[in-house]
């Protein structure tokens, strides 16, 4: 079965940074799609930032110029440098993969969710 697991979520003051780190394990064949989301606060799950196979990035509009999404040397790992940070960025902070993993057909796969704490 395929896992992703997050790391480096912890709390940080206003202004600071994180870097957040995914890793996807299994029998995976490809991967499509690598992203970032979170959840704060009741809302519902937002993007934060997602990254194709051949590296063309997407940012919500809240973390642009402060986010950046990057994979890494390994094929399965996606890391989320997070600068300038806010504190309405605070919420659960969740890997996403979207990958072929022995099966015919592509499946979504999350993360546990890692927790962002950002104090004024």
């Known amino acids: 079965q395929v896992q992703l697991v997050e790391s480096g979520g912890g709390l940080v003051q206003a202004g600071g940074s994180l870097r957040l780190s995914c890793a996807a394990s299994?029998?995976?064949?490809?991967?499509?799609?690598l992203a970032w989301y979170r959840q704060t606060l009741g809302k519902q799950r937002d993007l934060v930032a997602r990254i194709t196979n051949n590296d063309n990035t997407n940012y919500g509009d809240s973390v642009k110029g402060r986010f950046t999404i990057s994979r890494g040397n390994a094929k399965n790992t996606v890391y989320l440098q997070m600068d300038s940070l806010r504190p309405e960025d605070t919420g659960v902070y969740y890997c996403?993969?979207?990958?072929?993993?022995?099966?015919?057909?592509?499946?979504?796969?999350w993360g546990q969710g890692t927790l962002v704490t950002v104090s004024s």
């Open positions: 299994g029998n995976i064949l490809s991967i499509n799609v």
């Open positions: 996403y993969a979207n990958l072929r993993s022995g099966y015919l057909l592509s499946n979504n796969y």
